[in-house]
């Protein structure tokens, strides 16, 4: 059975049922990731969704400006810290 919150939107249900963490962008001019610049509509639909596991190691989520796009969507980017670990190959 699924327990949907009165007042949570779908995307913190969709986390929240599934376990995931939603990243916010830092503020990098804009706080928008669609834009539709003739109509002048701006809004922020779109995320990075992590397991609670790789949130410990986030270091930057970004919106990525760039005028050469041709998508009304700008991309968005996360940064993460990693661990390397010495590997030892078996033959």
Known sequence: MLVK??????PENFCSLGGLLWLDPVSSGVNYTYH???NRQYSLIDHV???PHLSEN???VDIH???????DHY???V???TESTN???IT
């Open 5 to 10: 919150h009165a007042n949570a939107t779908a």
């Open 49 to 51: 969704l992590v397991s």
């Open 65 to 71: 400006i760039d005028d050469h796009n041709t998508s």
């Open 87 to 89: 590997t030892k190959k």
């Open 58 to 60: 986030q270091e930057l």
């Open 75 to 77: 991309a968005i980017s």
């Open 79 to 81: 940064s993460l810290k």
């Open 36 to 38: 539709a610049d003739t």
